[in-house]
């Protein structure tokens, strides 16, 4: 039998075949990165299908050259790019260039982090970088903070909220298991719970301020009524940063109440984290060192690839939760310490490093200083929507989201709701710019989500022009009236964008 050809593994004779390969990618991907500031390609959903649908997977193409030109066909001349600074649609970040060194070293070497025998170095790179996020969280308050690297903020919470629960039936309580966080949490706190076996009632929602911060006077409501129904408060979810408005809940009031009660306090950073490396805006995190745990996406705030977020405990001993030992792996008596024993996950990608080789390139004044010039830059934005009269701002931005719609005067909500959720269509069809669609109270607002540091006040006020422009022109689109045969005056059955 012929053995199969092994010119394609990773191997000290294909020394040469890897870096002609490396090489190629990283030209590949720098011949597509200039798109002349367009985001986008508008490319329909239908033919991106088709064409991926069309490729026989048993049917190899024999070479990489091959294989990178079907890629930039089927990908990368239709992908969005992040790095243009009019992309503000969504928590995705330009990624720091050390960052991407550090991506082909983990994908070449191919370590696991879950046991030392196959990590080792990077057992204790991951142990440094955990041990000096929970030093900027929690200063010299917590000494036995620890953590773990996860895949993202939806991990990171599923995991905060497993050793919620367990913390909570390790105590003398009994009673239903209640989860309080604000009306303006992120999802992922209700998929927790169902997760989780507790179900969706498990989560109470807290009221708002008028700045969609949690109300404290909601939250001492919700702990004293579970208190008198008898139910157990396991957590209580505080939001630095939440995904629409980038709010952030008033921490120290929450925290007080959390603990007067006994509940162990969760602070969702995923967005605001990147504030515990600002130089200017750390205090609006003041607060946070109270939290049972802390989740920070590194790949949103920090400027990151994905995947890289962290979950950080105050008291390490609470991570015993999701510590199962096997013979084969982790077994009791290991010489080494072993970061499965801290994770949700066994096999898990070196993501750490990333924000090792960041951090030892640039340091992290750099990256706070990216993310207060987003936040600036959303003021300003915030600025021009409030000055304009035809755009309607919904609140001042807290970090770097900016949440508006185009309401045209006499324009009623329902036909606003559409006309917005068309201009949002239209600009992506168009490529020039992207923006993000939410509910406010029920109707359609559109949002910029800024991330990028090297985006101008220009860029975005060009944003906003196209914004207004497509409205006005979507608003000159309108189909005959089928009463009358011609344009029926402010009739908003509106051709769809781009069509």
């Not at 490729?55 to 294989?67: H, R």
């Not at 045209?408 to 329902?414: C, R």
């Amino acid at each position: 039998m012929t053995p199969p050809p092994l010119q394609h593994l990773f191997h000290p004779r294909n020394a040469a075949a890897y870096l002609d390969s490396v090489r190629a990618g990283a030209e590949t991907v720098a011949a597509h990165l200039d798109r002349g500031g367009r985001p986008a390609t508008g490319c329909d959903a239908r033919d991106a299908a088709a064409q991926v649908a069309a490729v026989d997977l048993d049917a190899p193409l024999g070479d990489s050259a091959a294989a990178l030109e079907e890629l930039s066909r089927l990908w990368l001349c239709d992908t969005v790019w992040f790095h243009e600074p009019t992309y503000a649609a969504h928590l995705n970040c330009p990624v720091a260039i050390p960052a991407l060194l550090a991506e082909v070293l983990i994908s070449s070497v191919n370590a696991s982090l879950d046991t030392f025998d196959q990590s080792v170095g990077a057992t204790f790179i991951e142990r440094h970088l955990v041990d000096w996020t929970a030093g900027r969280i929690y200063g010299a308050a917590a000494p036995d903070a620890d953590g773990i690297f996860t895949s993202g903020g939806t991990q990171s919470n599923l995991q905060a909220l497993l050793l919620a629960r367990d913390h909570a039936l390790a105590g003398t309580s009994q009673g239903r298991l209640r989860i309080l966080a604000s009306a303006e949490a992120h999802f992922s706190v209700g998929k927790a719970a169902r997760l989780l076996g507790l179900g969706d009632a498990a989560v109470v929602a807290v009221a708002t301020d008028a700045q969609r911060r949690m109300d404290p006077a909601a939250l001492a409501r919700a702990l004293d009524t579970a208190a008198a129904d008898g139910d157990v408060v396991m957590a209580v979810v505080a939001t630095a940063g939440t995904t629409d408005f980038g709010a952030l809940d008033p921490l120290p009031e929450i925290a007080a109440l959390a603990g007067a009660h006994g509940a162990w306090l969760h602070v969702d950073a995923a967005y605001g984290g990147g504030l515990l490396a600002s130089r200017t805006r750390r205090h609006l995190l003041a607060g946070i060192e109270h939290a049972d745990s802390v989740t920070v996406d590194f790949h949103k705030t920090w400027f990151q690839p994905v995947s890289a977020s962290a979950l950080v405990v105050r008291d390490a001993a609470t991570l015993r939760h999701v510590t199962w030992h096997a013979d084969y792996l982790n077994p009791k008596d290991a010489a080494h310490p072993n970061q499965v024993d801290k994770s949700m996950q066994t096999t898990r990608r070196f993501d750490a490093l990333k924000l090792w080789m960041t951090l030892r390139t640039m340091g992290a004044d750099t990256v706070g200083d990216w993310f207060d010039a987003a936040i600036d830059l959303a003021d300003q934005a915030a600025q021009a929507v409030a000055g304009s009269g035809e755009l309607e701002l919904a609140a001042e931005p807290q970090l770097s989201t900016v949440v508006f719609r185009y309401r045209p005067a006499g324009l009623a909500d329902a036909e606003t709701d559409q006309l917005n959720t068309r201009i949002r269509a239209r600009l992506y069809s168009g490529g020039q710019a992207m923006v993000a669609a939410t509910k406010v109270a029920g109707r359609t607002y559109l949002k910029l989500t800024l991330l990028n540091p090297m985006a101008t006040p220009a860029d975005i006020l060009g944003v906003l022009a196209r914004v207004r422009e497509a409205g006005e022109a979507l608003l000159l689109e309108r189909i005959p009236s089928p009463r009358t045969g011609g344009l029926a005056g402010r009739d908003l059955h509106l051709v769809e964008a781009g069509r």
